[in-house]
């Protein structure tokens, strides 16, 4: 059993940064793979970014490559998501999720969500 507590959403206008923190507990967090999912009204899950347990390979949508940087510090157990130049089509809510093993992208892979932070970008 892992659980996972998303922070730092919030409201910003387009052109700001804002960064999530994903705490992880119950489990040894440097074990697995860990991901960024989001969901806007209306539409389905999507993928956002992926980290492997070592936080030597990072993977990307094509939405955000560029602007987002995933990145992890196992010593605290925890999974940051660094989002920058932030635009109204990013406004959804964001999850972190864990337990990737082949392909990050997709979300039939994680076992263990968050229960997702909200992001709002103002244009």
């Known amino acids: 059993q892992v659980q996972l507590v998303e922070s730092g959403g919030g409201l910003v206008q387009a052109g700001g940064s804002l960064r999530l923190s994903c705490a992880a507990s119950?489990?040894?967090?440097?074990?697995?793979?860990m991901g960024w999912f989001r969901q806007a009204p209306g539409k389905e899950r999507e993928f956002v970014a992926a980290?492997?347990?070592?936080?030597?390979?990072?993977s990307y949508a094509d939405s955000v490559k560029g602007r987002f940087t995933i990145s992890r510090d196992n010593a605290k157990n925890t999974v940051l998501l660094q989002m920058n130049n932030l635009q109204p089509e990013d406004t959804a809510v964001y999850y972190c999720?864990?337990?990737?093993?082949?392909?990050?992208?997709?979300?039939?892979?994680?076992?263990?969500w968050g229960q997702g932070t909200q992001i709002t970008v103002s244009s």
């Open positions: 999720a864990t337990g990737w093993l082949i392909s990050p992208s997709n979300s039939y892979e994680y076992n263990y």
């Open positions: 980290i492997t347990r070592s936080g030597g390979r990072t």
């Open positions: 119950g489990r040894t967090f440097g074990n697995y793979n």
